[in-house]
Each structure stands twice: as structure tokens, then as C-alpha cells.
């Protein structure tokens, strides 16, 4: 992804991670979840680097971070989120998170203590039960998808990317999706962060959402065909004061069907520069 360089790179339990810091400001830190990377910023992130020091990451197995053979599961995503954002010496960002982004940022607030200044969700893993029909039969049959051929695998991460966008995205807009996961390490890496999601790490953090130590806005595609909007309407339930936001015409991946929706909510939502 030669058009969205993370030129940086931070070593987390020996690994490293790849990571980008643009412009000047307040700092604005974003999170993707799976099986995305940081790239589902790039209609996003450029708004706002001329107004604020933005922050932006690979998940560890993600990306251009490194495709590690052990833990990149959610329990492990809020640590090294907690220690990026010491390195960068943020003690109270706004941040954006989507995803599995959502679980990650949600667990480093209420187990790690990291405090932000605004907290703006999108489609958010946040609420049990989670996992499609296809999550369950990888978690099943790791070894068995992770040997498919190459041509399978790009017909199965393209068919399952298309799934979390609305429109009809053409292959070449598609393919920065697709390509981290293609070939060795990546179609391993693929299956390997499916094979560990584990729903008790939601769980984890589930009954703490009414502690929430910050301003909380929450977005949902209505049309988002992996996790139902009424979740996140229920999610507004549990956090005092949290605002919800439908988004129409918006599947899974909003970043991809309606990026300026994502922009205009961040322009009203997020403070600004003192």
C-alpha cells in the first residue's frame, strides 16, 4: 500500500508494529479492527491532519505490522495500544475505533486506565454474542483453510471483505484489503486472527460500559450486514450520555460507503484545539 505508508515502526513484545503520526494539534488517534488495517482511514484521516497531530496504526498481525505466529487476539490488541500511547506520549486523545478497534479501545480504557478526551465508535465489536457462521467453521478448521490454494483464498478474503460495504467496490479499490492477507505469512495470519476471537474479551469489559470516563458517540451503517444496528442501539443503552448516529445507506466498513458521514460526525463531535 504504497499510497498509505507507515514509515514507523514500534516493538511490542519483540514485534514490530507499524505505525504513522501526520500533522499538528490536538492528537486524534484512529483504530481499525478486522480483518482490515489501518488503510480503512485513508478517506478519513487526511481531513484532519491540518488541524490536529493524528495517530494511526497496524494491529499487531495486521497490515505491515508483523504476521506473528502467537497471541494477536483481542487480549493483547488493548496492550499494545496501551503502550503506543504512551510512546507517543498521549495521556488524553480523542480517539475513533471501529471493529474490532471498538473492543480494543473500550478494554485499554476500562482495564488499563487510558483515559480519552472524546471516544467516537463505529460498528463496534462491544456486545456477546458476536462471530458470523464463517468465524465459526475457521475457528473449527484452521488448518484446513489455511492450506486452501492461493486463487481460493483471494476469492474467500474478497467475497468476505465485499460483505462489510454496500456499494459495489471495484476490485481495484478492494485489492489494498485483500493483499496483506494473501500468501506467506498472510493467508496463515488470516485464519490465525479468526481462530482466536474469543467472545470473552467483550465479556470482560461488557458490565463497566455505565463507568465510561468520557464523551461516547456511537455510529452504525444501517445496512450493516455483521453486527445489526440494534446492537448498537442497545450499546447507547449502557453508556450514560452516549449519542447514536444511523448511517444510511452504510454497510460494516462505513469508511468505504459513506466516509464523509464518518468526517462531518467527527467535525461536530470532537472538541476543539483549546
Not at 492461493?150 to 485489492?175: C, H, N, T
Not at 448516529?245 to 462531518?264: C, F, R
Request: charged share 20%; aromatic share 10%; with cysteine.
Amino acid at each position: 500500500m504504497t499510497d498509505w505508508p507507515l514509515a514507523q515502526t514500534y516493538r511490542f513484545n519483540g514485534h514490530s508494529v507499524r505505525y504513522a503520526v501526520r500533522g499538528d494539534g490536538p492528537p486524534l488517534v484512529f483504530v481499525h479492527g478486522t480483518p482490515f488495517s489501518s488503510f480503512v482511514w485513508h478517506r478519513i484521516a487526511p481531513h484532519f491532519i491540518t488541524s490536529h497531530r493524528v495517530h494511526y496504526f497496524d494491529l499487531l498481525g495486521y497490515g505491515l505490522s508483523e504476521k506473528v505466529e502467537g497471541d494477536v487476539s483481542l487480549g493483547v490488541q488493548n496492550e499494545l495500544l496501551t503502550q503506543l500511547l504512551e510512546h507517543w506520549g498521549l495521556d488524553c486523545p480523542d480517539v475513533v475505533a471501529h471493529d474490532f478497534g471498538g473492543a480494543t479501545v473500550l478494554r485499554a480504557h476500562l482495564l488499563n486506565g487510558k483515559d480519552y478526551r472524546s471516544l467516537t465508535l463505529i460498528d463496534p465489536v462491544a456486545l456477546t454474542p458476536w462471530g458470523s457462521p464463517f468465524v465459526q467453521q475457521v475457528r473449527q478448521h484452521e488448518a484446513v483453510f489455511s492450506g486452501v490454494p492461493d486463487y481460493i483464498q483471494r476469492a474467500i478474503v474478497s467475497a468476505y471483505v465485499r460483505g462489510a460495504i454496500k456499494r459495489d467496490i471495484p476490485d481495484d479499490e478492494l485489492a489494498p484489503y485483500v493483499q496483506p492477507w494473501l500468501g506467506d505469512p498472510g493467508q496463515a495470519a488470516f485464519y490465525r486472527q479468526i481462530a482466536q476471537m474469543d467472545q470473552r474479551y467483550t465479556r470482560e469489559v461488557e458490565g463497566l460500559y455505565p463507568t465510561i470516563r468520557c464523551p461516547v458517540q456511537i455510529l452504525w451503517g444501517e445496512d450493516d450486514q455483521w453486527i445489526p444496528i440494534e446492537r448498537g442501539r442497545a450499546l447507547q443503552q449502557l453508556i450514560a450520555g452516549a449519542q447514536f448516529h444511523p448511517i444510511p445507506n452504510a454497510g460494516h466498513l462505513v469508511q468505504e460507503d459513506a466516509p464523509e458521514a464518518i468526517v462531518a460526525a467527527l467535525l461536530r463531535f470532537v472538541p476543539k484545539a483549546p
